[in-house]
Structure formats: structure tokens, C-alpha cells
């Protein structure tokens, strides 16, 4: 764990799903992006202006959710993450 917090600390931005990397870079003192599906990253997300957070958001027709918990992933977009690096950076 020590050698991956070591790492961690010399990127200059982390880019990941709600895991302990996410949560270990923001410790180390690493910038994050933080992908969230059916979690709230901001009540689940690493603290601090130098941290993002970039939220799924589900589909809905009607009133009937278009994929389940398990498809939210897939419902972030490239161009939110690619704006996410660009305000990181």
C-alpha cells in the first residue's frame, strides 16, 4: 500500500471510479476525478477544490428508469470527463 500511495503521489491528476485509489490519491495530496454512477460523489467524493467529480445521471422515460444501478457507469459522458481534465489541469 505504500508503494501505491507513493505512486499516486507523484501523478499529477488521478482519474477514476469511487475506489480506495480515488480516496488514497486525495489523501496523498493528488488532484482527482472522481466517476460516479449511482453513488453521490458529493456526498462520496474526495474534499477540496482540487478535486472533481463527474456524476452519472440516469435516464428516465416517463417514469420508468432507462438502465438499472448496475448500467449508471455507462451514462458518462466523454466530453463531461474531457472538461473535467481541462478545469484540473
Given at each position: 500500500?505504500?508503494?501505491?500511495?507513493?505512486?499516486?503521489q507523484?501523478?499529477?491528476?488521478?482519474?477514476?471510479?469511487?475506489?480506495?485509489?480515488?480516496?488514497?490519491?486525495?489523501?496523498?495530496?493528488?488532484?482527482?476525478?472522481?466517476?460516479?454512477?449511482?453513488?453521490?460523489?458529493?456526498?462520496r467524493g474526495?474534499?477540496?477544490?482540487?478535486?472533481?467529480?463527474?456524476?452519472?445521471?440516469?435516464?428516465?422515460?416517463?417514469?420508468?428508469?432507462?438502465?438499472?444501478?448496475?448500467?449508471?457507469m455507462?451514462?458518462?459522458?466523454?466530453?463531461?470527463?474531457?472538461?473535467?481534465i481541462?478545469?484540473?489541469?
Open positions: 500500500m505504500l508503494g501505491t500511495a507513493a505512486l499516486l507523484r501523478c499529477d491528476l488521478v482519474i477514476c471510479g469511487d475506489s480506495p485509489l480515488l480516496h488514497l490519491a486525495a489523501a496523498v495530496g493528488t488532484p482527482t476525478i472522481g466517476l460516479f454512477g449511482p453513488t453521490d460523489g458529493r456526498r474526495a474534499y477540496g477544490a482540487e478535486h472533481r467529480v463527474v456524476q452519472a445521471l440516469p435516464q428516465h422515460r416517463g417514469h420508468h428508469l432507462m438502465s438499472g444501478p448496475d448500467g449508471m455507462e451514462q458518462i459522458r466523454v466530453e463531461d470527463v474531457l472538461a473535467a481541462e478545469t484540473a489541469l
